[in-house]
Antibody, heavy 115, light 111 residues
Framework: EVQLVESGGGLVQPGGSLRLSCAAS????????MNWVRQAPGKGLEWVSY????????YYADSVKGRFTISRDNAKNSLYLQMNSLRAEDTAVYYC????????WGQGTLVTVSS | QSVLTQPPSVSAAPGQKVTISCSGS????????VSWYQQLPGTAPKLLIY???KRPSGIPDRFSGSKSGTSATLGITGLQTGDEADYYC????????????FGGGTKLTVL
């Protein structure tokens, strides 16, 4: 069974940093592209970042470019999102999602940016 | 303002059919496959349709997808109360830089 489990969310002050992790199991992680998607409270889905299976190709949404960094460790079946210079508008549930069609989703981890 | 335009809400009675539209442009829907996602209240999104009209294993054939030009449509027949959810379309966009875009979402109410 495919499982994606996010962790690392929490309350952080504006300007602070947070690192999210996504632990994958039940599929060959190293063969699949991965994404981060977020959803602000009461709002729709917003794509955040993409990373290819090898990590050689990376894309970011304009709203996070220069502040967020996506990475992966295929040996550990893990995906990461380093978030710096956090703003109030980054408050959201962050989901990791597998494949270019977003076939599989984690349950999400809540990030709250507030003083 | 989402790059892909969906109606904010649709409604229909149990057993009826409903369609949800998703309008884009040549930089996204016009040249890429479209996917559809269902998000039940309080849960993570789930893939319903990929590559315009394919259903993942386990998705009933009551759900269907189609694409024409720069628009896509999700169809749901035999509506059930359990289908009440938010539905999102999504696709790749290559206008200025490569990015994935979602529609704004459509709330389906089964009356």
């Amino acid at each position: 069974e495919v499982q994606l489990v996010e962790s690392g969310g929490g309350l952080v002050q504006p300007g602070g940093s947070l690192r999210l992790s996504c632990a994958a199991s039940g599929f060959t992680f190293s063969s699949y592209e991965m994404n981060w998607v977020r959803q602000a409270p009461g709002k729709g889905l917003e794509w955040v970042s993409y990373i290819s299976s090898s990590g050689s190709t990376i894309y970011y949404a304009d709203s996070v470019k220069g502040r967020f960094t996506i990475s992966r460790d295929n040996a550990k079946n893990s995906l990461y999102l380093q978030m710096n210079s956090l703003r109030a508008e980054d408050t959201a549930v962050y989901y990791c999602a597998a494949t270019t069609s977003f076939d599989y989703w984690g349950q999400g981890t809540l990030v709250t940016v507030s003083s | 303002q989402s790059v892909l335009t969906q109606p904010p809400s649709v409604s229909a009675a149990p057993g009826q059919k409903v369609t949800i539209s998703c309008s884009g442009s040549s930089s996204n829907i016009g040249n890429n496959y479209v996917s559809w996602y269902q998000q039940l209240p309080g849960t993570a999104p789930k893939l319903l349709i990929y590559d315009n009209n394919k259903r993942p294993s386990g998705i009933p054939d009551r759900f269907s997808g189609s694409k024409s030009g720069t628009s896509a449509t999700l169809g749901i027949t035999g509506l059930q109360t359990g289908d009440e959810a938010d539905y999102y379309c999504g696709t790749w966009d290559s206008s200025l830089s490569v990015s994935w875009v979602f529609g704004g979402g459509t709330k389906l109410t089964v009356l």
